[in-house]
């Protein structure tokens, strides 16, 4: 994972980290926990990526601010009153 330069662009700018995938795990749905090498500001968009036992790595996918997606309980409510 990245830190990205913008939302718009999604250029990889700051490694922060990495997890590991075994076969049996991209054949299901999973949860793992990264710990972060870098420190970034809850508003930075992040970036990953993924690279397979040979070391081809796949497109960056689409940046997004993690510490800010949020479940809406109320859709009435605006993001900016959130």
């Known amino acids: 994972m ?13 490694f922060i980290g990495a997890v590991q995938y075994t076969a049996q795990d991209a054949q299901a749905t999973v949860t793992k926990i990264m710990t972060p090498v870098a420190n ?3 508003y930075q968009p992040v970036v990953a990526t993924a690279t397979d036992a040979a070391g081809n790595t796949s497109e960056v996918g689409q940046a997004f601010c993690p510490r800010l997606t949020r ?12």
């Open 71 to 82: 479940t809406l309980t109320n859709p009435a409510k605006s993001i900016s009153s959130i």
């Open 2 to 14: 990245f830190a990205a330069d913008s939302m718009y662009s999604g250029w990889p700018k700051i």
């Open 40 to 42: 970034v500001p809850f």
